[in-house]
């Protein structure tokens, strides 16, 4: 294939197969009494790995940054942390393991929604609220330096050997 034509191929998988799929699968899903401990448990799981991504990272800054350096690395932790492959590795073990129409299977397709839903946006927010910080010590630094009233350049000190000898 050609780079034109799989860059389009591409686009089409990750925009419109790939979301389509999941749609499908979340709208027909039909949620058993079964199915909510599992939810409830891997929710709680990503939860509680995002809060300890931010104890993490207040551990690892200095106290008295204020640069969003703790935002920033909470969010990149939380990412790294939560994130997984559920429906690309998930679904074909599962697939194998149980039937195709196995509630098992069903769980991985809300697990991802629920991923893309609550905890990429926590993280991607703890990483705006960093870049923020950032951009506002920057300006505030330059606000300061500006509003500083400008000091005259340093006057040349007379060396040994000046005009004064000469005279």
């Keep these: 294939m ?10 089409f998988v990750f925009c419109i197969s790939f979301p389509a799929v999941l749609f499908h699968a979340i709208a027909t899903l039909d949620i058993t009494p079964e199915m909510l401990p599992p939810i409830g448990a891997v929710l709680l799981a ?3 790995a995002v809060l300890f991504s931010r104890g993490l990272a207040k551990l690892i ?20 942390c939560t994130n997984s492959d559920d429906v690309g590795v998930g679904v074909p073990i599962f697939s194998a393991i149980f039937s195709t129409d196995s509630t098992f299977v069903a769980l991985l397709y809300v697990m991802s929604a629920m991923q893309g839903l609550i905890i990429n946006p926590l993280a991607f927010t703890m990483l705006a609220l960093g870049k923020r910080q950032r951009e506002d010590m920057r300006t505030d630094g330059a606000d300061e330096c500006s509003s500083s009233p400008a000091r005259p ?14 005279v």
């Excluded at 640069?67 to 939380?78: K, N, R």
């Excluded at 350049?153 to 000469?166: E, G, M, V």
């Design 2 to 11: 050609e780079g034109g034509v799989m860059q389009v191929v591409s686009r």
């Design 61 to 80: 800054t200095r106290p008295t940054d204020q640069s969003g350096g703790v935002e920033t690395l909470s969010g990149l932790i939380a990412l790294l």
């Design 153 to 166: 350049p340093p006057r040349a000190q007379p060396s040994r050997w000046s005009s004064k000898a000469s």
């Design 46 to 48: 990503k939860l509680s």
